[in-house]
């Protein structure tokens, strides 16, 4: 069974301030990571993809990943109240040729930026 | 200009009913998915479909049904609904089977 942890949260942040969310996965096979930004009412919308270990850096959000670990984060720095929302990880055990299986979602954190 | 859409957003319905859902997506992708997302918010694969090849989640109920008249299409034909189908569907397409496009999602009320 895949399965995909995260902390539920809420997680509050001042504004302006690094926001750091955090993943565990099981599934050792696992080969591509993403993070989703849910706002309520709406739906998931593609943040970041991971593929190897070490860093990954977008505009203000950084995915780390680290396999041996089975460990995928996501930073978010010079946090912004329009960040605010619910992050979901997601894994996918194949990274091309399939992958039809779908992602494995964790029930998302949810991000509170204070102003 | 959409690139997955979904309808209808919201559908309410009395228990027992036969219901579809659509969802088209004009990125040319080659597969299609659909996800539930209970009350808890927790999204989980249903199915998915990729050159006619439809991949079943084995606690999906066969009350639920995919239907793909063509690539771009792929709709939810739900039998029989009971209260716990209640949730917000959502179909997502993806171009090789990794990175996933979800639609606006249907908000389900089986009352």
């Known amino acids: 069974q895949k399965e995909v942890e995260q902390n539920s949260g809420p997680l509050s942040v001042p504004e302006g301030a690094i926001a750091s969310l955090n993943c565990t996965y099981s599934?050792?096979?696992?080969?591509?990571f993403f993070w989703y930004r849910q706002y309520s009412g709406k739906s998931p919308e593609l943040i970041m993809s991971?593929?190897?270990?070490g860093d990954k850096e977008d505009g203000r959000f950084t995915a780390q990943l680290n396999k041996a670990s089975q460990y995928v984060s996501l930073l978010i720095r010079d946090s912004q109240p329009s960040d605010s929302a619910t992050y979901l990880c997601a894994v996918n055990p194949l990274y091309s040729g399939g992958g039809a299986d779908g992602l494995t979602f964790g029930k998302g954190t949810h991000l509170i930026i204070q102003p | 200009d959409t690139a997955v859409s979904q309808t209808p957003k919201y559908l309410v319905t009395q228990m027992g009913n036969d219901k579809s859902i659509k969802c088209e997506q004009n990125?040319?992708?080659?597969?299609m998915y659909w996800y539930k997302q209970d009350s808890k918010k927790f999204l989980k694969i249903m199915f998915s479909y990729n050159n006619k090849e439809l991949i079943i989640n084995e606690t999906v109920p066969n009350r639920f049904s995919p239907k793909s008249p063509d690539k771009a299409h792929l709709n939810l034909h739900i039998n029989s609904l009971e209260l716990g189908d209640s949730a917000v569907y959502f179909c997502a397409s993806s171009p090789e089977g990794d990175t996933q496009y979800f639609g606006p999602g249907t908000r389900l009320t089986v009352l």
């Open positions: 599934d050792r096979v696992s080969q591509s």
């Open positions: 991971i593929y190897s270990n």
């Open positions: 990125l040319g992708h080659d597969t």
